[in-house]
């Protein structure tokens, strides 16, 4: 390799005798040769050109490269010295040359025309760079082996990455997962506890407030028939004044006719508290990831009993219900679904608004509308809602994690969601679940 080239070609005067280069000429490893322009016959040549041509030098004098059997076709002497004529200088041509063994070898020669005694030749100067080309032939193979296998390196590190980062979200996902279900059978335990605890009370105060209605209707029995007899206390108008009084005070026909009133809406009221005593019983026990055949309106329904706290101030449910066979569900996991529906609904609405629930039955599939009339999403935000994490409520309101739980309870059912809003009108998310599981999927 050349590292570094004089720019000052000009002999040093005290050594450039005719001694000096004689002995560079003989010297030389590499080969030179002085031939004649006009028919390239050798003029000289140094021991270098003899251990590469095989030919000794008395041999070589007066003959031709193309003589010796040097070149390996005519047409590389021609391009050789084409080159040659048009700058009068050559360096570090490269051309190939047969050598002693005939072995085709791989050269570079720095040739230039000059004039010795009046005459131009050509004095050439060359080196095989067979083994040079070689050994870089070899580095440069090794190298490009060595950038593949660092490739495939790479390509394979790529890929574990990758895998890891898909293992990766989906233990975040199974971690979510894990919380929400922990969540709601925390909810469910709680559900089932106050269900529980009401229970009792209401039992004993349903059957106390059938026995006060008849003990009632008994003591108005009386009433009755003590205003029937009022003659007898004609004798006696002063008592007759003061019963009349309290009668009066107490505004005894208006309370008569109330008590029965008072006495149905009681009764009333203890058939709501029981049917919301049922809905914390059905929500909780709504068999732990256990498919099952189950109706839809149920789980919704017991689920509205649940969240309706959280909706009633804000808005009127409104329920458009068809006719729904039962689905093969896992029932818990839908009602952790139609409650984040709910909820989001609520959170989207300010004030006064409406919820409506639709249901319907299209060929082997139901599907459930939960539509708001709330602040609706964005488009921006809508590719984004089913992210983990997403959220735009304000810390400590929402974890942003309902959605894409939603999302993966409703992939397990082999259904899925849709979702249509409109900022600022609305918002409808759809639903669709098959009535039966595939075979692999059931239990
Ligand atoms: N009905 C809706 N109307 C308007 N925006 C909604 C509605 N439902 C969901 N969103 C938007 O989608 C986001 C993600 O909802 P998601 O249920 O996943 O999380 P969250 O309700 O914020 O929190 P979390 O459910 O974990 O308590 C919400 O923060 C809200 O911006
Ligand atoms: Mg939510």
Same mark, same amino acid.
């Given at each position: 390799m050349?590292t570094?080239v ?6 040093i005067a005290e050594?450039? *005798?005719l001694?000096?280069?004689?002995h560079v000429f003989?010297a030389?490893p590499?080969y030179i040769?002085?031939?004649r322009w006009?028919?390239?016959?050798y003029?000289d ?7 590469f041509?095989?030919?000794?030098r008395?041999?070589?004098?007066g003959?031709?490269? @193309?003589d010796?059997?040097?070149? &390996?076709?005519l047409a590389? #002497? ?7 004529? !048009?700058?009068?200088i050559?360096?570090?041509?490269q051309?190939r040359?047969?050598n002693?063994c ?6 570079e020669t720095s040739?230039r $025309?000059?004039?010795i005694? +009046? ?7 060359? #080196?095989d760079?067979?083994d040079r080309k070689?050994?870089?032939n070899?580095?440069?193979r090794?190298r490009?082996e060595?950038?593949r296998? !660092?490739?495939?390196?790479t390509? @394979?590190?790529r #890929?574990a ?6 293992t990766?979200a989906?233990? @975040? ?5 894990l919380l929400?279900?922990e969540k709601?059978?925390?909810i469910g335990?709680l559900a ?5 605890e009401?229970?009792?009370? &209401? +039992?004993? $105060?349903s059957s106390?407030l ?10 108005l029995k &009386? ?8 003659e007898?206390f004609?004798?006696?108008?002063e008592?007759l004044?003061?019963i009349e %009084?309290v009668k009066?005070d107490?505004?005894?026909?208006y309370?008569?006719?109330?008590? *029965?009133?008072l =006495?149905?809406?009681?009764a009333?009221?203890?058939r709501r $508290?029981k %049917?919301?005593v049922q809905?914390?019983k059905d929500?909780?026990?709504a068999?732990r990831?256990e ?10 329904d017991?689920?509205l009993? !649940?969240v309706?706290?959280?909706i009633?101030?804000?808005?009127t449910?409104v329920k /458009?219900y068809g006719?729904?066979?039962d689905?093969?569900? =896992?029932?818990? /996991?839908?009602?952790?679904v139609f409650?984040?529906m =709910?909820?989001?609904?609520?959170h989207a ?6 919820i409506r629930?639709?249901t +319907? !039955?299209e060929?082997d ?6 539509i *708001?009339?709330?602040?609706?999403i964005?488009s921006?935000d809508l ?12 810390v400590?309101?929402?974890? +942003?994690?309902? =959605?894409s739980?939603?999302y993966?309870?409703?992939?397990k059912?082999?259904g899925r969601?849709?979702?249509?809003? $409109?900022p600022?009108?609305?918002?409808c998310?759809r639903i669709?679940?098959?009535v039966?599981?595939p075979?692999a999927?059931?239990?």
């Amino acid at each position: 390799m050349v590292t570094a080239v004089s720019a000052n070609l000009e002999p040093i005067a005290e050594y450039a *005798d005719l001694e000096t280069y004689r002995h560079v000429f003989f010297a030389s490893p590499d080969y030179i040769a002085f031939s004649r322009w006009k028919d390239g016959t050798y003029i000289d040549v140094n021991p270098g050109f003899e251990q590469f041509t095989g030919v000794r030098r008395e041999d070589a004098i007066g003959r031709t490269a @193309e003589d010796l059997g040097s070149w &390996v076709e005519l047409a590389d #002497r021609d391009a050789y010295v084409a080159a040659l004529r !048009v700058t009068g200088i050559l360096n570090g041509y490269q051309t190939r040359l047969r050598n002693h063994c005939g072995e085709i070898r791989d050269v570079e020669t720095s040739s230039r $025309v000059s004039k010795i005694n +009046g005459e131009k030749v050509v004095i050439s100067i060359v #080196r095989d760079i067979t083994d040079r080309k070689r050994d870089e032939n070899e580095l440069r193979r090794y190298r490009e082996e060595l950038e593949r296998l !660092v490739e495939l390196r790479t390509a @394979e590190l790529r #890929r574990a990455n990758e895998e890891l980062r898909e293992t990766n979200a989906k233990l @975040e996902q199974a971690h979510n997962q894990l919380l929400q279900t922990e969540k709601m059978a925390s909810i469910g335990v709680l559900a089932a506890g106050v269900a529980h605890e009401i229970n009792n009370p &209401v +039992g004993f $105060v349903s059957s106390n407030l059938s026995t006060l209605k008849s003990y009632i209707q008994d003591l108005l029995k &009386v009433i009755d028939i003590y205003g029937q007899h009022h003659e007898v206390f004609e004798q006696a108008p002063e008592r007759l004044k003061a019963i009349e %009084a309290v009668k009066t005070d107490i505004d005894l026909d208006y309370l008569m006719e109330d008590i *029965d009133a008072l =006495l149905n809406e009681s009764a009333d009221g203890l058939r709501r $508290v029981k %049917a919301i005593v049922q809905s914390l019983k059905d929500f909780s026990h709504a068999g732990r990831g256990e498919w099952q055949w189950a109706n839809v309106h149920a789980g919704i329904d017991s689920t509205l009993n !649940v969240v309706n706290n959280e909706i009633k101030y804000k808005a009127t449910v409104v329920k /458009e219900y068809g006719v729904l066979p039962d689905i093969e569900c =896992l029932p818990l /996991e839908l009602n952790q679904v139609f409650m984040n529906m =709910l909820v989001n609904a609520a959170h989207a609405i300010d004030r006064a608004g409406e919820i409506r629930i639709r249901t +319907g !039955v299209e060929q082997d599939k139901v599907w459930v509308e939960f539509i *708001d009339n709330g602040c609706g999403i964005s488009s921006a935000d809508l590719t984004r809602i089913f992210d983990p994490f997403f959220t735009t409520k304000p810390v400590g309101k929402g974890t +942003g994690l309902g =959605l894409s739980l939603s999302y993966g309870i409703i992939q397990k059912h082999h259904g899925r969601i849709e979702v249509d809003s $409109v900022p600022g009108k609305g918002t409808c998310f759809r639903i669709w679940l098959p009535v039966s599981q595939p075979a692999a999927a059931s239990p």
